[in-house]
């Protein structure tokens, strides 16, 4: 826990309260309110928590205003330029960048247990063969605590780290099984000869009767998305993971309420969304009555892909995605895509358009990555599972961390109570 660096004075009535404020290494400072029910007899208010800092943590730092985002103090446009996924996820997990050594131990570990329990494919088979593959993948993450026993005592570290490994490299196994499932394909067995990104796409388009050949230009993007995806410091899912975690929850129940809580449309659901209203705006002639849409304070729309609770400036994973995007369609032959042509422009004409200005607007990382996703083959609904198996690491790197906290403790938030106040009952005849 930080060091007291000063002191809040509130006034409740005729009570003052001094609260302890810390100083974090970067952003905004932090008042303590913990003692605040004790010694004022109050509560805070903030549904969202626009205001609350619900941990204190060391692996994602973000800075909404400069549109900067950290990984263990590492910005994330050098880490997808010039790192790769499993390092990232060294990072994230242990807090520094591995030696060659470490390195090559950790992705000998991940890639060793990549094969998931034969009697799982059972699971996979229990489903409707349209059920979204996000369905599919909750159940399943959350069945692993059915098989992995040896891995589910929160208490033991060694049982923590092997869940761990045990979790990122099987998620891209359970994605593609759900996808293969759901076209009613045969499931492919990870080949630990690829590297994690060239596995997911053989896994994901192989078929027994024929080998796909992974385009190392393609793995290049595969990984990229990855690891622009692979933490997100205190978002809807991760919190979900550590609120879960709090009650001493397994790890594989806690990683299968963060996928659930992804799937919405206002989180991971939106890269699928956002693809969905792009084909649906089709021409550019077209953009300007979805813009007016997205404006009108009576009508639901929302452009999907912009906009972010923290980011107030343009979300550096979605630079990095656009980039990415051209390369991609351009490797492909397909730079004059339809979908990329709206995309820009629709991207230009909010970017220049007062509302979005006024709100402060700007495209975030499913702007641009269901574009090559879908470029390199995969339907929509993979989109947020893709998501899910990226932010894999975020959610275990922040479980770890809460659980080798020794002041952690159940989350419990209280509320604002607006109902009826006690009143007594009465038999129905005298209703
Ligand atoms: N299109 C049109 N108007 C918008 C949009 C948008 N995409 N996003 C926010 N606004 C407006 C909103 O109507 C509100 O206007 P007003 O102040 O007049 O009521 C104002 O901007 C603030 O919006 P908010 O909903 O209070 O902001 P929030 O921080 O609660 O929501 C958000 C953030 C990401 C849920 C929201 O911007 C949104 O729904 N965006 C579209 C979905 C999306 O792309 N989500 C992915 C987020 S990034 C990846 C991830 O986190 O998983």
Known sequence: MAEQTGTAKLTIGDKELDLPMYSPTLGPDVIDITKLY????????????TSTASCDSTITFIDG?????????????QLAMKSHYLEVCYLLLYGNLPLAAELEEFERTITRHTMIHEQMHMFFRGFRRDAHPMATMVGVVGAMSAFYHDSTDISDPRQREVASHRLIAKMPTIAAMAYKYSIGQPFIYPKNSLDYASNFLHMCFSVPAEDYEVNPILARAMDRIFTLHADHEQNASTSTVRLASSSGANPFACIAAGIACLWGPAHGGANQACLEMLKEIGSVDRIPEFLARAKDKNDPFRLMGFGHRVY????????????????????LGVEDNPLLQVAKELEQTALNDPYFIDKKLFPNVDFYSG??????????????????????VGWISQWKEQLSDPAHKIGRPRQLYMGEAQRDYTDVEER
């Open 371 to 392: 574009i090559i996703l879908e470029a390199m083959g995969f339907p929509t609904s993979m989109f947020t599972p893709i998501f899910a198996l990226s932010r894999t």
């Open 312 to 331: 107030k400036n343009t979300d550096p994973r979605a630079t990095v995605l656009k980039q990415s995007a051209d390369e991609v369609l351009e490797l």
């Open 65 to 77: 205003n400069k549109g900067e985002l950290l990984h263990r103090g590492y910005p994330i446009d």
């Open 38 to 49: 004790a010694q004022g007899g109050v509560f805070t208010y903030d549904p969202g928590y």
